[in-house]
């Protein structure tokens, strides 16, 4: 059954004259007559009793009357639904993040996109710095929000986020505690505890590079698979270590933190793929350079 097939029979069933429906649906009543005996015949009843004088519905003519508005009203809907779908309007998409983080700038993005475009949900993943990268590559998230220097011209797009400061971060009675900033050589007879490689290749990396960059190498005495885990250590005064200032809100007061000046910002950037099909994907970067640009 078309569409066209379902409006001619509606427009014959107001009307029960085969010559003026015609003439309302602008074609010829032969043809009128075979596009309704072809629709009862798919349907496999009846729709009209109709003879050289008249022309009626039959009960199933009645009961189907009634439920064609219903049946318009959906294929409407569903054309709807599948423009709005291809323009972005509705859908879903999903953000990868570095799990054991705090995004300050995620749930303004989240609040104005959610806002701007509700019929599209936004699902929120986590991942460990490698298994991000790699979502990204599979097609696994639309886009992430990736701790990272500053692009090159091979990487994915990108739109930085924010730049977070370096700190060292003690125990709050660790006698550094109290600094207001402090130099990288000035720990280097302290013992540290750090991020496990394959739980944060950016957080790890960077200990062994500044403290290179100071001319020591760090007496490691623990690894920590997650941030919660790397405060816990800390704060219990086993070693110290490094993190940008954003994950202060996740240590509750019991770890110190303390900049680095002179050391590289931690550029936090939102990353996707060109080629990625996602219709909803611009939306989320119109946002977020909304936010911050």
């Known amino acids: 059954m078309t569409l066209n097939q379902l409006e001619c029979f509606m427009v014959l069933a107001q009307r029960l004259n085969f010559t003026q429906a015609a003439d309302d649906l602008f074609m010829a009543q032969p043809a009128l007559s075979r596009l309704i005996s072809a629709l009862e015949k798919e349907l496999d009843v009846q729709l009209f009793y109709r003879n050289s004088r008249s022309v009626a519905l039959t009960p199933a003519g009645s009961a189907f009357f009634k439920e064609c508005p219903k049946?318009?009203?959906?294929?409407?809907?569903?054309?709807?639904?599948?423009?709005?779908?291809?323009?972005?309007?509705?859908?879903?998409?999903?953000?990868?993040?570095?799990r054991d983080t705090f995004e300050p700038k995620l749930s303004e993005i989240y609040q104005q996109f959610h806002t701007a475009y509700p019929q599209v949900s936004m699902m929120v993943r986590g991942y460990s710095h490698?298994?991000?990268?790699?979502?990204?590559e599979r097609g696994e998230v639309d886009a992430i929000i990736n701790y990272m220097p500053t692009p090159t011209a091979t990487e994915s797009p990108s739109i930085l986020l924010h730049k977070n400061h370096q700190c060292i971060i003690t125990s709050v009675d660790h006698p550094l505690a109290t600094r207001g900033s402090i130099q990288m050589e000035e720990v280097k007879d302290e013992p540290f505890v750090i991020?496990?490689?394959?739980?944060?290749?950016?957080?790890?990396?960077?200990?062994?590079?500044?403290?290179?960059?100071?001319g020591f190498a760090p007496k490691v005495v623990?690894?920590?698979?997650?941030?919660?885990?790397?405060?816990?250590?800390v704060s219990c005064g086993i070693g110290i270590s490094t993190l940008s200032d954003d994950m202060a809100c996740l240590s509750q007061g019991k770890v110190a933190f303390i900049p680095l000046p002179g050391v590289p910002f931690a550029n936090v950037r939102l990353m996707w793929k060109e080629d990625n099909p996602n219709p909803a994907l611009p939306h989320l970067l119109d946002v977020v350079r909304s936010i911050c640009t």
């Open 222 to 233: 623990a690894e920590a698979t997650h941030v919660p885990v790397l405060l816990t250590l």
């Open 130 to 136: 490698s298994n991000l990268l790699s979502a990204l």
């Open 71 to 98: 049946i318009l009203d959906e294929y409407r809907g569903s054309v709807v639904a599948a423009r709005l779908a291809q323009e972005g309007y509705r859908g879903s998409l999903s953000l990868g993040i570095m």
């Open 195 to 214: 991020m496990a490689r394959t739980a944060s290749i950016p957080g790890h990396d960077f200990i062994w590079k500044t403290a290179a960059d100071a």
